[in-house]
């Protein structure tokens, strides 16, 4: 059976085997889903239909557009989100809009990514999700939306992770490379753009082949301390933190038997 394999997996892996453990192993539930949370699902869903349902024999949209999908993804929040949504969106407008000749047709919104991915004759199945996919000539560019409230020092290890597994996966799909990341902070207005150069790409390849490998017949699960532990949700299960750490509860999926990671 092909071993499931996604950016969030390997980053999650690559901060702490145990936590890893904790969540994709045994299944156990990760945060909750709180106000903030809402909001920018909302914004994710309206920036989708803006770009999907758009005329594109049309020339640019006027703001009109965004605040029509807005109301179509807002009903469930509250009147203090959805005036912040939208100022939201008019910044988004005015940054990313208003200078265009005319809106380019994404390659796809909200999309899922799968393909299968064959390493030493083991079989892969690679996925991901993002926001938006864009054509850059003759390649890609993926664009990923943040609504957090600032932005976050990005770790560059796990940058290249979800790089270089979203080209992998895209190179199967669509034949193409992919050149360029960017993430879009919606509440800033700030655009950060990551190049993938041939090099790049290469070396992440041999990074993740390397993970995906020891991830397939990990047993210790050994935890990794950080500063990173005073967020974790399964610190009181990790024998790290307690001497008694608690049982896991019995909802927890059971461990899965050891695969065989040697060639074919
Ligand atoms: S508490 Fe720290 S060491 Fe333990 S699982 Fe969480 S991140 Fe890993």
Redesign the pocket.
Known sequence: MAYHLSAAKLQTYQ??P??YY?KYERGLPGGGFGKSQALGTALHKALAQIYQDWDYLQPMPSFEWLEYCWQNHSQDLDPGQFREGLTILKNYYDRFMTELPSLRRPLAVEGKIQAPWFLDNIEFTLSGRYDRLDWLGDDLELIDYKSTKEIKSLDSNRIDLQLGLYAIALQHIYNCRLKKLSLIYLRTGDKIEFEVTPEHDRRVRQTIAKMAKQLRGEREWK????K??DR?Q??RY?P??HAEPDPLPESAKPERELQLTLDL
Do not use: E, N
């Not at 935890?223 to 950080?226: A, I």
């Open positions: 901060t702490c145990k936590s904790f935890p990794h301390q950080t990173a532990c974790c399964y610190s990790c790290a933190i």
